[in-house]
């Protein structure tokens, strides 16, 4: 059930914040904003974020609607992958974040590597192009792209930052708590699947 409430949520929500921004005539605007405020509706029903929450990040924006992009870096050291546990939550997750204006996924992944784990890398191959909402159990208030970047490690020295607490390097068998609404236990192993072969084929779902 939870599929089809969030698809048929985030469908009204896009049409709503495309009719508002295209229409002229008022009759069909104040429709929109009927519909907007519906979804809205039908969003902070299956969610505990509360109704002021949701309409801030679900429904504030303006212009036609499109998915936000995670960049998330994959590392290893060995056979090791490198991971840093979130201030937020206090789990842990693939170094990464939201892709900046004017930053291709490479140059992101760079940059949410050294903010975040204090490691200079090499971006390499994509691993996998996913929407988000249809991998991970945590439901998202928008569409999100998550784009994970395979990477080559230079060096790691783990500098106090305002995101998270430490970073570490883990094998498959030994993966801390995750933060579950950044990455996933499958999509860890995506990556660790990726590490081994040169021919790895980009997943996109």
Known sequence: MKDKWLKWATELQSIAQAGLMFSENRYDLDRYQQLRDLSVEIM?????????????????ETGYQTPKVDIRASVFRDERILMVREKIDGAWSLPGGWADVNTSPGEAAVKECMEEAGARVKPGRIIAVQLANRHCDTPYLYSIYKIFV????????????????????????????????????????????????????????
């Open 150 to 205: 395979e990477c080559e490690l230079i060096e790691s020295r783990f500098v106090e930052n305002t995101e998270t607490l430490e970073a570490g390097f883990f094998t498959l068998d030994s993966l801390p708590a995750l933060s579950r609404e950044r990455n996933t236990r499958s999509q860890i192993e995506m990556c660790f699947e990726a590490r081994k072969k040169k021919s790895f084929e980009t997943v996109f779902d």
């Open 44 to 60: 902070n029903e299956y969610t505990d974020a509360g109704i002021g929450k949701v309409r801030e990040l679900f429904a504030s």
